[in-house]
């Protein structure tokens, strides 16, 4: 698995160590803003690597939860098949998915109703 607080550390430390390499500058003039700009540059992109990690943290939760849902539901269907009445496990199965897929708000709406 992708271990993303490891890339993370590793990235933020090659681009320290690239900021401080490029802080010595035998031909600079006084003034000058290459490097500052560099370091801007180089700041920019450790946020965007950041956000790309975030994004990606966000993702492995959201497949988590998806992975547990989906064994939920196939913990129902092994615990509530008819062996020997197919047409009604079908049945069952058909809606028992559209009840998982309609979500809890239209789940509670159902029993209310």
């Not at 993370?8 to 700009?37: C, H, S, V, W």
């Not at 913990?75 to 998982?100: G, H, M």
């Amino acid at each position: 698995m992708y271990n993303v607080k490891f890339a993370n550390e590793q990235f933020i430390k090659t681009a320290a160590y690239l900021a401080r390499d490029m802080d010595y500058d035998p031909q600079a003039k006084p003034g000058q803003t290459q490097i500052e700009n560099w370091r801007e540059a180089t700041m920019k992109i450790i946020h965007q690597h950041k956000a790309a990690h975030k994004e990606i943290e966000l993702l492995q939760d959201q497949n988590k939860k998806l992975n547990a849902l989906l064994e939920n539901m196939q913990a129902d269907v092994r615990n509530y098949l008819i062996p020997d009445k197919t047409e009604c496990n079908q049945a069952w199965l058909v809606s028992r998915f559209i009840w998982w897929l309609d979500g809890p708000d239209q789940r509670e709406a159902q029993k209310t109703a």
